[in-house]
C-alpha cells in the first residue's frame, strides 16, 4: 500500500473506498445505547484512556463519575485536574497503592466501600459516564464480588457509559462488555530504559 | 495465583513481594527527561489515552499543546471541552477526515500548515506536553516528511513530552520512542454489535 501513497488518483481511489466503507458502517450502527467499555492488558494508556473519555462526555455536557481503585496514597496529575470540574463526582478509594498496605482486611472493607458509591451512581442516569479506574485489580485479588459487581453493571440505566480499566479483566466482565481493548507493552521507558516515571505522563 | 487471592497470609507476601520490585525499580529509574509515547494498534483507546495524559500534565501546572491531524470537521467532546481550559493549546488540521476530502493536494497542505504549529510548539520549552493526535496517519499516507518530523521531535527540549497517536505508526518512530504501546482490539460495539458511535464514547 504505501509505495502509492503518494499516487494523487491511486490516493482518490482508496479514500473515495474508506468513504464508502465508514458510510456502510454508520448506515449499519444505528442502535443508541449505553456502551460498557474494558481497557486491559500490561501496556500503558489503559487509565488516561479513560480519563480522555472523560474528556469526551463532559464537551458532550454530562455528568461524570469518577472512581479509582486501589490507587489511593498519591494524588495524580488527573485527580488533582479533575477535582475542579464541575460535572465530575471525584472519588478515591481509601488506602494506598495495595503493595503498601498488605493488609487484605483493610483492602476489603476500602474496596467495598468504593462500590457502594458506584452502586449509587449505577442506579443514578443523571450520570452519563462512569469511570471505575483499576477495578480489575479489585476483581482480581477478590475484594469485591463479581457477580454483585456484574449485578449492578447489567442493571444500569439503559444510555449509560461505564468505563472500566486495569490489567488482567476477568473474562466475565469481557463477556458481558461492548468494547475491550487489550493494551499491550511494546516499550516501556520506566521499565525497560531507566527513566524515572515522569509527571504528566505516568504520575 | 488466583486460587489463593483469599488466604490473608499469602496475600501479605504477594503484597510484600510487589513493594520490594516497586522500589526497585523506582530506585533503578532516576533518569529525568521528557519522554516520547506512541499509541498505535487498531483497538481504541489511542487518542482518549493521549488526551488522559493531558489532564495529567494540566493536573501538574503544566502548559500543553494539542494538535489533531485528520480528524478536522466534527467537533469532537475533547474538542469541546478542552477548548475552554486555560493551558491548553489547541489547533485542529484545516479538513475533515481525509475519506471525505479525496484531494490529496490539500490534505498535504493542511498537514503541512499543522506541522508548522507543532514544529514551533517542539522549540518552546513552555510546552511541558504536546499532544499529535493521529500524526501516524498523516505519516502512513507520506502528507508529511518522515525525516523532518524524526528531527524535530528528536531536537525538541529535553524535558517536554510528546504523545503521537494513530495506527501504523512507522517503525522509525517506534525506534526513536521511549514508551509504545500497541491497543489492539478484542471487540468493539461499533463494529462488531451494531452499535452507533456514541457521544462521550468514539465521539
Known amino acids: 500500500m504505501r509505495e502509492n501513497a503518494k499516487d494523487p488518483e491511486r490516493h482518490a481511489q482508496r479514500m473515495a473506498r474508506k468513504k464508502k466503507v465508514m458510510e456502510e458502517r454508520m448506515a449499519n450502527a444505528q442502535k443508541e445505547q449505553g456502551v460498557l467499555v474494558v481497557n486491559t492488558g500490561n501496556g500503558k494508556g489503559k487509565s488516561s ?11 458532550h455536557g454530562m455528568k461524570v463519575g469518577i472512581v479509582q481503585f486501589i490507587k489511593g496514597k498519591m494524588q495524580t496529575g488527573e485527580e488533582r485536574f479533575f477535582r ?5 463526582d471525584y472519588h478515591v478509594m481509601g488506602e494506598g497503592y495495595t503493595w503498601d498496605t498488605q493488609d487484605r482486611e483493610k483492602d476489603v472493607e476500602a474496596a467495598e466501600n468504593a462500590w457502594k458509591e458506584v452502586a449509587r451512581m449505577l442506579k443514578d442516569d443523571s450520570y452519563g459516564l462512569i469511570l471505575l479506574d483499576e477495578l480489575n485489580i479489585a476483581l482480581r485479588y477478590e475484594y469485591l464480588d463479581l457477580d454483585q ?16 480499566t486495569g ?15 487489550d493494551m499491550s507493552i511494546v516499550k516501556h521507558a520506566f521499565k525497560d530504559l531507566g527513566v524515572k516515571a515522569q509527571k504528566g505522563v505516568e504520575l
Chains 1, 2 share one sequence.
Open 49 to 59: 484512556s479513560g480519563f480522555g473519555m472523560v474528556t469526551r462526555a463532559l464537551g
Open 167 to 181: 490489567r488482567n479483566a476477568p473474562k466475565e466482565l469481557i463477556e458481558l462488555a461492548d468494547t475491550v481493548t
Open 149 to 164: 459487581v456484574l449485578d449492578d453493571l447489567q442493571n444500569r440505566p439503559e444510555m449509560q457509559h461505564v468505563v472500566i
Open 84 to 88: 475542579d470540574v464541575p460535572n465530575v
